[in-house]
């Protein structure tokens, strides 16, 4: 089975700041998917940002970017010049390549941002 | 598309009565997911299907959770009897893969 691990329950910036989340991860396998959900107080999972593990360049969305280790398993979130309404958790996910087992989420981080 | 939609938004019910969770999954996706959060175990997967087939329902709790999908556009989770212990937000989730889970707005149960 598949595991993901967020070290950091909660975070806190300045607005306008960077910051980066941490996300590892432990699979066995080699075809896989990475994600990072947004779920602000609303509650609604947002898709952030996406990552196949086939590829090496990093994704970037906007002011969202990760690093992607593959031979670490480490996949990190980082969001540039942050504003207040990315105030959320933040969700890792892994899911293998044929979508068995389903998505596999971390525990969140609570990002905070401070105007 | 309108994205994954869930109904009822919020459900408060009394303990011993029965709940039915609809979802409506986006068209062309061959998997859907059930999934239950709470603050204590966070985001759990309780079942998934792909092509409207169960593949694992492992993360059902107890056998008073079952879920059904009849067809590509319809799926349903019950819970019968309720128990306070069930009062969580259950999430609906579908995807083709390869651009990740798309989650409805999820569903407040309440069972008191």
């Known amino acids: 089975a598949q595991t993901v691990t967020q070290s950091q329950p909660e975070m806190s910036v300045q607005e306008a700041e960077t910051v980066t989340l941490s996300c590892t991860y432990d699979t066995s396998e080699n075809n896989y998917y990475l994600f990072w959900y947004k779920q602000p107080p609303s509650r609604q999972m947002i898709l952030v940002i996406r990552?196949?593990?086939?590829?090496?360049q990093n994704a970037t969305e906007n002011r969202f970017s990760v690093n992607f280790q593959k031979a670490a398993k480490s996949f990190s979130l980082k969001i540039s010049d942050s504003q207040l309404g990315d105030t959320a958790m933040y969700f890792c996910?892994?899911?293998?390549?044929?979508?068995?087992?389903?998505?596999?989420f971390g525990k969140g981080t609570h990002l905070i941002i401070q105007p | 598309d309108a994205g994954v939609i869930q109904s009822p938004r919020h459900e408060v019910t009394e303990m011993g009565q029965e709940v039915t969770l609809r979802c409506k999954p986006i068209?062309?996706?061959?998997?859907l997911f059930w999934y239950r959060q709470t603050m204590m175990r966070g985001l759990e997967l309780l079942i998934y299907f792909n092509n409207n087939v169960p593949i694992d329902d492992s993360g059902m709790p107890e056998d008073r959770f079952s879920a059904k999908m009849p067809n590509a556009s319809f799926s349903t989770l019950k819970i019968q009897p309720s128990e306070p212990r069930d009062s969580a937000v259950y999430f609906c989730?579908?995807?083709?893969?390869?651009?990740?889970?798309?989650f409805g707005q999820g569903t407040r149960l309440t069972v008191v």
């Open positions: 996910a892994f899911m293998l390549g044929g979508g068995a087992d389903g998505l596999t």
């Open positions: 068209s062309g996706h061959d998997y």
């Open positions: 990552q196949e593990a086939y590829k090496q």
């Open positions: 989730a579908s995807t083709n893969r390869p651009t990740g889970a798309f």
